[in-house]
């Protein structure tokens, strides 16, 4: 009898009792509800999702990942395509059916100037949250000139193409965002074999145009994707030397004080998408950050403009100097310097959580150290919008560091209470897609404290309120942030808390 009811009950849980994490890793599930005990036991409760015989979020996210991937390899494939004219652009109405019409201006070689303005400046609100590391006023002046696509004067067409992908999707008009698969799919032909261009800017283009990429598919969800472009960029900045600032054949002499601070940029810009991406997905990073790096830490862009960098300056060992805590003429104060510092001290965290205790405990002290000397925006002259978003990112990175090791209830806290005293979100909307993995890690620390097998006391009001608030925070950032990840994200966080509540 005893064997019968066994093979019930599993039969019981295979037919959709059991949690999708489960089934897809072949595991026994026991069937509990909100939380499984093989995924309370993994430590991935936000992985448990009963399907109750319908298909599961990660199961459709896995099927549209290999549609892109077919697609992928099609435009990187010229034989794998179909033989038409080039300058024919079909598409789908997107709200109405009948047949296909032309949208002349989504035509090659690229939209009408009118649109180019509107499609960049709508990117450039939010572009420092997708690793633009360009100066933005000479790109601006470039990107708009009225010169034909691929003139040496004008950026690459293929970071054109991924800056019009960009401002479609952060227009969040409808009209504009139907378009998006034509400029993707463009965007991904043309970097395919950017780098063999006629164009004196193609390897940092490139690189830029990776980046870009990289940031656009995270947004999306699209993983595998993502991480394609950020091991391009990686091995690009690599080979070209960023990382010890060598004029490499690829690159040559820096023509000017603001293109070497953009090259400064550059190789900061994917460290920070390489390290914080290799935490979100649990994976070992591109880049090896114990590795010789002499790349001075960023200055602000405006010193580049007023030539207030000295590009003779020599540094070594710029990221194993920050982890030590060793004392350099090289302090990297400005805002993307603090980013880059708390990208590092995320991912090294997450490397080391499993470290001995010696280890850890220094760590933690570094991690405290920086936080204890993290500026707040106030305490910036001039500060940008897009300074002020900055700030906010590495505050929230630099303790999901220290949550990281220990799951540090305090920074938690802070981290939370970050989110809910920015009342909205900056101009355009954008934020930087990490964003929810930091956010989930906080919650969940807090969350747990909550959880109704503990016995109830009287803090659990004080931390009811402190959640409520930062949950409506981000509630008001996924709803402007045009990324479906952090929708999703936040969605999740959401529905653990009304569990919580319940």
């Not at 303790?399 to 981290?415: Q, V």
Request: proline fraction near 7%; charged fraction near 20%; aromatic fraction near 8%.
């Amino acid at each position: 009898m005893r064997n019968s009811s066994e093979s019930s009950n599993k039969n019981h849980l295979q037919r959709g009792q059991a949690c999708f994490h489960c089934r897809r890793r072949k595991m026994k599930c026991d069937g509990a509800q909100p939380i499984c005990g093989p995924c309370r036991r993994d430590n991935r409760p936000e992985d448990c999702e009963y399907t109750h015989g319908q298909r599961a979020r990660a199961e459709m996210l896995e099927e549209s990942i290999t549609q892109v991937e077919k697609r992928i390899a099609e435009l990187q494939s010229p034989r794998m395509r179909p033989v038409e004219d080039p300058n024919r652009v079909l598409l789908q109405a997107p709200y109405a059916g009948g047949p296909p019409v032309r949208t002349n201006w989504t035509a090659p070689p690229e939209p009408p100037m009118d649109m180019v303005e509107k499609l960049v400046d709508t990117f450039l609100l939010g572009a420092s949250e997708f690793g633009f590391f360009l100066n933005f006023s000479r790109f601006r002046q470039r990107a708009v000139l009225h010169q034909a696509t691929g003139s040496p004067h004008r950026p690459l067409p293929a970071l054109l193409t991924v800056v019009y992908l960009w401002g479609l999707r952060l227009s969040k008009e409808p009209s504009l965002q139907a378009q998006e698969q034509v400029f993707l799919a463009r965007a991904l032909e043309q970097v395919a074999s950017s780098l063999s261009a006629p164009h004196p800017d193609r390897v940092l283009h490139t690189l830029q145009a990776q980046i870009l990429l990289a940031y656009y598919f995270y947004t999306s969800g699209r993983f595998l994707q993502g991480k394609y472009h950020t091991s391009a960029a990686a091995s690009l900045a690599l080979s070209t030397g960023l990382h010890v600032r060598a004029a490499s054949a690829a690159l040559g002499p820096a023509r000017s004080a603001v293109e070497d601070g953009e090259r400064v940029h550059a190789w900061w810009a994917v460290v920070v998408l390489d390290a914080t991406w290799a935490v979100a997905l649990e994976e070992n990073p591109n880049l090896d950050l114990a590795a010789q790096v002499d790349t001075p830490w960023p200055l602000e862009m405006q010193l580049y403009e007023k030539g207030q960098f000295n590009p003779s300056l020599k540094t070594t060992n710029t990221i194993r100097n920050f982890i030590q805590g060793i004392s350099t003429s090289d302090a990297g104060t400005s805002t993307p310097a603090l980013l880059a510092k708390a990208a590092i001290l995320w991912q090294h965290a997450y490397a080391h959580r499993n470290a001995p205790g010696p280890v850890k405990s220094a760590l933690e002290a570094r991690i405290a150290q920086f936080l204890t000397f993290l500026p707040l925006p106030t305490s910036f002259q001039g500060i940008t919008p897009s300074m002020t978003r900055m700030l906010l990112v590495t505050h929230s990175m630099a303790h999901a560091a220290a949550i990281e090791l220990n799951g540090n209830p305090g920074s938690a806290r802070a981290l939370l209470g970050i989110v809910a005293a920015t009342a909205s979100p900056p101009p355009g909307g954008a934020i930087n897609p990490i964003m929810g993995t930091v956010w989930r890690k906080a919650c969940r620390v807090l969350m747990d404290q909550m959880a109704p097998s503990r016995a109830y006391q009287a803090q659990d009001l004080e931390l009811q309120t402190h959640l409520g608030r930062a949950i409506e925070s981000m509630r008001r950032f996924a709803g402007a942030a045009a990324s479906p990840l952090l929708e999703y994200q936040v969605a999740r966080i959401e529905e653990a808390w009304q569990e919580i509540l319940l």
